[in-house]
Structures are given as C-alpha cells and as structure tokens.
C-alpha cells in the first residue's frame, strides 16, 4: 500500500515491548490494537448506519503524499479560488512557470491542510464515536500522528520554497530579456519614424505588436523628459544673475 494511503496512526511503534504473563517485557514485537481488539471481543461493534460509515473513517489519511490533490472532504470551489489567487499574483508564462506554479499551489493546498487534521486527530482521539475506534485510536496515537505530520510539513514546505525561488529567478530572466528587446525594438522603430519608411517588429523577430512597442517607446521618451526636468528642479546648481558695477 503506497505511503500516502496509509492512515497515518498506523506507525505506532511496532518494536514495542509485550508484557509477559509474569509481567516481564518481551523482545517480539507485538500490535498494541490488535492485543486490544483481542481483549474486546464481546463489543458488538456499531449498529446503525450512521454509526457504521463513522467505523469506516477511521483509517482517514493525511492526502499530504497523495496524487490526488483534492481530498473528497474538501470542497472543490475553495481549491479552485485557491488556484485562482496564485494564478493572479504570479501570472505564469509558458509551460516552465506554469509547472513551477502548479507545484506550489498544489504544495500550499497540503501544508493548509494541517492544521484542520492536527484539530481532527485530537477530537477523535478525545471523542471516539465508537468503543472500537477508541481502541485503535487514543491520545498517544494522535500525538504521534501529529509528530509525523510535522515531518511531511516540514517537507512541503521546503517544497514549496524551493518551486517559489526557481519560479523567481526564470521570471525574473524572462522580464529582464523582455525589457531589453522592447527598448530595441523601441530604438528601431524611431529610426523608421525619422526616415519615414515602414517598421515590421517581426522582421527583427521581435513578437511585440506596433501598439506595445509605441507605448514604450512613448514612455520612455516621458520619462527621460521627466528625468531631464527633474535634474534641473532638484539638482542643478541655480544661475546667479550677473550683477554689473556701474562706473561714475
């Protein structure tokens, strides 16, 4: 059974030590559940439905391994808001970026996830709907669970760091080389201005259109004007008026 089905109360330390009848400790590993379930034989177990379906969920997993994102508990239109947000903020290009903020969002899905099960694990352990799953499940399992959870967080997280920081540096390459090509393409298209023949972008294979190359154009000459204006309010040494001495 892969890793991420497994309920996650299920490492309770197999190498515990089992009680003899004299009350020494054996070497053999034992199943403290199992030895419970044992000594409970006469439960009759739950009867109705509902009471059934609850005996069913006891084995819940953790989906912080799985390749299914989305748990059938969680609710489909907060994960795709959720999608949208990284979607907005980080407006991926390409399939590299867009690889890159998949993996993070379908990383920060899970690490939001635990908190609720941490919250989960307790109330059933506190609160067991049925004698049966107070034997398989109690505080110290809870703890335990929570214990290893801690281990897969601390890994999403790394995660989720490292996608965030490559996502970074590949964008920011990509907006640097684009910044570079639209003032080229900028600087080309006055030349043709100023000798009054047609500019083509694409014959200098640039892939901006005439519109965004003529914004940019437009604003870097604003802001070199902006530039020249701002040196002779603010920094330019004033002129003083030359005074001249009449002679009587």
């Known amino acids: ?125 506190k609160n067991p709907p049925t004698p049966e799953a107070a034997i398989e499940f109690d505080i110290v399992d809870a703890q335990k669970a929570i214990e290893r959870m801690a281990l897969y967080s601390s890994r999403l997280s790394r995660q989720f760091q490292k996608a965030r920081a490559l996502l970074r540096e590949i964008q920011a390459e990509r907006l640097e080389k684009e910044t570079r090509d639209l003032k080229n393409a900028a600087a080309l298209l006055e030349m043709h201005k100023a000798k009054g023949i047609p500019y083509d972008p694409a014959e200098y294979g640039f892939v901006f259109s005439n519109h965004q190359i003529e914004t940019y154009s437009q604003r870097l000459m604003l802001l070199n004007e902006s530039r020249h204006i701002e040196h002779i309010r603010f920094y330019a040494t004033p002129r003083r008026a030359a005074t001249s001495c009449a002679t009587s």
Not at 65 to 70: G, I, Q
Request: without cysteine.
């Open 1 to 125: 059974m892969p890793e991420s089905l497994v309920p996650i109360w299920t490492d309770r330390a197999a190498t515990d030590g089992a009680t003899t009848t004299d009350g020494a400790t054996s070497d053999a590993p034992t199943d403290r559940a199992a030895i419970n379930r044992a000594n409970s034989q006469h439960s009759t177990g739950p009867r109705t439905e509902a009471g059934k379906l609850r005996s069913s969920l006891n084995g819940l997993t953790h989906g912080l391994t799985s390749r299914t994102v989305l748990l059938p508990s969680e609710d489909p239109a907060d994960h795709q808001r959720h999608v949208q947000d990284f979607l907005d903020e980080y407006k991926p290009q390409g399939p590299t970026e867009r690889q890159l903020v998949q993996e993070m969002i379908d990383t920060a899905w899970r690490l939001n996830r635990v908190p609720a099960l941490e919250t989960e694990l307790l109330l059933r352990a």
